[in-house]
């Protein structure tokens, strides 16, 4: 394994490692632009020259091999002084409009700029104009004077979704990223060129303008999207999400997200269910829960636990659907068990996955499998037979897209004898209006349920609690509390904490810590999902990523 | 209406794909058959050829914008390259230039009303031993040098040319 001396520190890395990564391993974060960890090396923005002794020339260190002995300066007087002229070059025809550009905060080019060059131009002649507000798709606007050719963007696509959509067009300083003539941008992770462009050039539709980078929070969390569980940055700005990021995982998710996970913020925002009701009455939380006693109390003496019943969900915590369990189990003593949640839907090969939910495998974690939980199409069966009477129904999503059988189960639910509804919205969620449409299949904005209820619980979104969701491929993923409940909500294992208590079972938890120790803490080892144990470094970049430079954002 | 190479063009197209490791190396002079045989680079041109040479389109696309010799536009039938690069320059390129001008009534970078003549300005074209000079390409697919130029020259080529201009295509009508 070669040695290399970097800045006069010795290092020994694997064969092939590059110099910045090697100098990245050492904590030194090498200047660069066109250089993206998870893309080819085109090595032509040259930023990131560093001074390799014996080598009369500065080399460009993201494509430069380390070989045995070799020494290297990253922070020498000729390196600063290359990286000075290098910006003053890429700044030539840069209209430098930070003031009005989204990026600003978070932009490479302002930060080496302010690091390295720091002065006026020294240009005397009129810069070149390239195009200002160029849509290459739906969802990604270009900014040709912004751009600094460093092709990012044209690699995502030829490398990652391998859909090929963008390219350089004509040359020089005339050069633009364009699509082919009549082609859009139009790919199902098209944002992410948005994430990866170092500079201001490509705005995403949904966030230009909309806030200052510096104002907002980020909170880490994980897509809701579908089971995969993109961890994603989830920037908020007031108790407002205003977007989200895909935050890296190699396990999970690498440095990518999908465009309609990213637009499922939106459901943290629209169309809550605000209140507790009970009836047609807005209520508070005392009073909604007296009403679910006396109720409930009522039901639970007229009908056999076999007339009880709960659906789950899959869009819910661990930490919620613990609490579920056992007031399955203590407060309502039925094992009368279905599954919710939102109807499949599209997929790739890429992320995307068909189930909707976030954590059916947290279901399956937390009640010991899914033999316990029946399907959706047995609760209206069940129902329309007569046999249960008592529903108690987390979210309001129906998992099915066939009509009729929506239509059966609405029908069924005016039936009961008693409905109670713990849900975050009012309509059936209701993905963004303006996005492609076919995400999830069936989005009826339909607030029958919340009508039918006889008591309506409000409950929180992932981005108002801390939680656990388990992916499609069982890893335990941990996701924080970015603010407060909005509304009146509260999460769910918080209410059903309320209502086991007021029910005269102690079922609450002072602290979320005592509920995780009890969910985690004493399972079989084997029945856990296979990385709960160190959950808490899965939800940041794994260790080895300090070997690798930090992509620029 | 789909594009589809001519018998000939497509016996070019088979050799010139065959002397290279892969399309996409074979790319730009396909496009220059492509070109001779189509009269300019249009956008279906280009579609052509990227499903044809099985490359993308954009890769097509980036490289056809990246050559000025690729004609994205259509020229005249007689399109007049005229370089004013330095040797050329000290020897009288710019007055040629303004000569052909006047001549054909257009300037440099237009096209005459009829598609009969272009003329572009262009950069070196390795001929500064016998400067001032010029390129002729015309829509038949020949490519000719006119070499130490002054204005007798000048006219005489052009007298020639205008005698030839009926059997010459015009480009716009080429695909
Ligand atoms: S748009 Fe951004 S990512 Fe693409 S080449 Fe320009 S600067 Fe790079
Ligand atoms: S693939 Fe799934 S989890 Fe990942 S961003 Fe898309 S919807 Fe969200
Ligand atoms: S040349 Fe190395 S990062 Fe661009
Ligand atoms: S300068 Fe005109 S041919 Fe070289």
Redesign the interface.
């Known amino acids: 394994m070669p040695k290399v001396t970097i800045n006069n520190e010795e290092i020994e890395v694997d064969d092939g490692t590059t110099v910045m990564e090697a100098a990245a391993q050492l904590g030194y974060d090498i200047p660069h632009f066109c250089y993206h960890p998870a893309l080819s090396i085109p090595a032509n923005c040259r930023m990131c020259l560093v001074e390799v002794e014996d080598n009369p020339d500065l080399q460009p260190s993201c494509h430069m091999p380390v070989n045995d002995g070799m020494e290297v300066h990253t922070e020498s007087e000729r390196v600063v002084k290359a990286r000075k002229s290098v910006l003053e070059f890429i700044l030539v025809n840069h209209p430098v409009d930070c003031p009005i550009c989204d990026q600003a905060g978070e932009c490479k080019l302002q930060d080496y700029y302010m690091a390295y060059d720091a002065q006026e131009s020294r240009l005397r002649t009129e810069k070149v104009d390239g195009v200002k507000v160029y849509p290459l798709g739906p969802e990604v606007v270009y900014d040709g004077e912004r751009c600094i050719l460093c092709t990012r963007c044209v690699r995502f696509c030829e490398e990652i979704t391998e859909t090929d959509e963008l390219t350089t067009a004509q040359r020089g300083d005339h050069t633009e990223i364009r699509t082919f003539p009549g082609q859009e941008l139009d790919n199902n992770y098209s944002m992410c060129t948005v994430d990866i462009c170092p500079v201001g050039a490509l705005t995403a539709r949904d966030f230009r303008f909309k806030c200052r980078v510096w104002l907002m929070n980020t909170t880490d969390s994980v897509c809701t999207g579908c089971s995969q569980g993109c961890n994603i940055h989830l920037d908020h700005f007031r108790n407002e999400v205003q977007r989200y990021r895909p935050r890296y995982n190699p396990d999970v998710n690498d440095y990518w997200m999908c465009d309609p996970g990213r637009y499922t913020y939106k459901e943290v925002h629209q169309d809550r269910l605000e209140d507790p009701m009970v009836g047609d009455n807005v209520v508070n939380w005392h009073a909604a829960t007296q009403a679910y006693v006396s109720t409930m109390d009522e039901a639970l003496d007229t009908f056999e636990p076999s007339e009880r019943a709960m659906v789950l969900s899959p869009q819910v915590s661990c930490e919620g659907l613990h609490q579920a369990r056992r007031f399955a189990d203590e407060v309502l003593e039925t094992d009368r068990l279905y599954m919710g949640g939102k109807p499949g839907g599209e997929s790739d090969d890429l992320l995307m996955n068909a189930d909707k939910n976030p954590n059916r495998r947290g279901i399956e974690y937390v009640f010991g499998g899914l033999e316990a939980v029946d399907s959706f199409e047995s609760l209206v069966d069940a129902m329309e037979a007569g046999e249960i009477r008592v529903l108690h129904m987390m979210n309001k999503h129906i998992p099915t897209t066939d009509d009729a059988l929506r239509a059966r189960f609405v029908d069924a639910v005016a039936d009961l004898d008693l409905f109670v509804l713990q849900a975050m919205h009012r309509g059936e969620m209701v993905f963004p209006p303006d996005h492609r449409g076919d995400f999830p299949a069936a989005d009826l904005d339909d607030p029958t349920l919340v009508e039918l209820a006889d008591i309506a619980l409000p409950s929180s979104s992932h981005a108002e609690q801390d939680g656990t969701f388990v992916n499609e491929d069982g890893i335990a993923q941990p996701f924080s509390q970015s603010f407060k409940p909005l509304y009146n909500s509260q999460p769910d294992w918080q209410i059903f904490g309320r209502l086991g208590d007021e029910m005269g079972h102690s079922l609450s938890y002072r602290r979320l810590a005592d509920l995780r120790e009890e969910m985690f803490g004493d399972a079989e080892d084997d029945a856990k999902p296979k990385t709960l144990d160190d959950k808490q470094s899965k939800s940041r970049a794994p260790a080895d990523a300090a070997t690798q430079p930090t992509p620029a954002e | 209406m789909a594009l589809q190479f001519s018998t000939e063009a497509e016996d070019q197209f088979q050799t010139i794909v065959s002397r290279y490791p892969n399309n996409l190396a074979a790319l730009l002079p396909v496009l220059m058959l492509a070109q001779e045989e189509f009269g300019w680079i249009s956008?279906e041109v280009?579609?052509y050829i990227a499903e044809r040479l099985d490359v993308?389109?954009?890769?097509?696309?980036?490289t056809a914008?990246?050559y000025t010799m690729l004609n994205k536009q259509p020229v005249g039938k007689c399109h007049i390259q005229v370089c004013t690069t330095f040797s050329c320059a000290l020897a009288g390129g710019y007055e040629m230039l303004e000569y052909l001008e006047e001549a054909l009534g257009i300037q440099a970078g237009e096209t005459d009303p009829e598609h009969n003549f272009t003329i572009s300005e262009v950069e070196c074209l390795a001929s500064c031993g016998t400067a001032p000079m010029f390129q002729l390409t015309t829509s038949d697919g020949e490519i000719e040098y006119f070499e130490d130029l002054d204005p007798d020259r000048v006219d005489e080529i052009l007298e020639d040319l205008n005698d030839r201009l009926d059997e010459l295509p015009d480009p716009r009508d080429m695909h």
């Open positions: 956008v280009m579609d993308s389109k954009s890769q097509v696309f980036s914008t990246f």
